[in-house]
């Protein structure tokens, strides 16, 4: 290998590295900033932190327009943002946050542990059905258990699948995932979502036993 090809060789990999950890760090980020937002943030002053998050997660799509992560982040966004402020804004949130997953599964749809199938299988079981809607029962159980196929011991997976079979009325087998989910490993880089999400699934639990 020639002097050249040995330099270019070294420029390439270098540049290469750089952007690795380049959205690795902007994906962390966001992560963090979504979990303030979410457990951290007065409800009088959340609908303006998603919509800044919001507008963190588009110029992250613009700069890695070939990435699944980017995406992923901000249907999860747009789909929280959704289900906590709600208005009429809240529908057109969810498609595209539908569209958006659509497009990262294209990509990567292993990406995030599995995070596409979570979110995609969060979105039908909580989206109204037609004619409002897009919800569907059928395609939410058929994600979630994807998402679980890839990361059966995950904390969000867990939590997701255990809250629609509550919702569906099979308490004995949410109590069975939501417990799953509260005994989940920790995230090291992701405390604030683990113990926000913690919170959710004690709630979550205590519906489904006094159900029983």
Do not use: C
């Amino acid at each position: 290998m020639n002097l050249k090809l040995l330099i270019l060789l070294g420029v390439l990999l270098t540049t290469g590295n750089t952007a690795f950890a380049g959205i690795n760090e902007d994906i962390i980020s966001i992560q963090h900033q979504w979990a303030r937002a979410s457990y951290k943030t007065p409800a009088d002053a959340q609908e303006q932190a998603f919509k800044d998050l919001a507008v963190t997660g588009r110029k992250l799509v613009e700069r890695y327009p070939d990435r699944a992560e980017p995406k992923v982040w901000l249907a999860i966004t747009l789909s929280t943002d959704a289900g906590v402020n709600g208005g009429f804004s809240a529908l057109g949130k969810v498609k595209e946050a539908r569209r958006l997953l659509d497009a990262a599964a294209k990509i990567d749809p292993d990406v995030l542990n599995g995070s596409i199938y979570t979110s995609l299988g969060s979105l039908y079981y909580q989206v109204p059905g037609w004619p409002i809607g897009f919800g569907d029962d059928d395609k939410a159980a058929m994600y979630l258990k994807k998402a679980l196929a890839i990361n059966p011991t995950g904390i969000d997976p867990n939590y997701f699948y255990g809250d629609f079979l509550l919702e569906s009325g099979d308490y004995a087998q949410a109590i069975t995932y939501l417990t799953r989910a509260h005994q989940a490993p920790g995230r090291p880089a992701r405390p604030l979502a683990d113990a926000g999400r913690r919170t959710q699934i004690e709630k979550k639990l205590n519906q489904a036993r006094s159900k029983l």
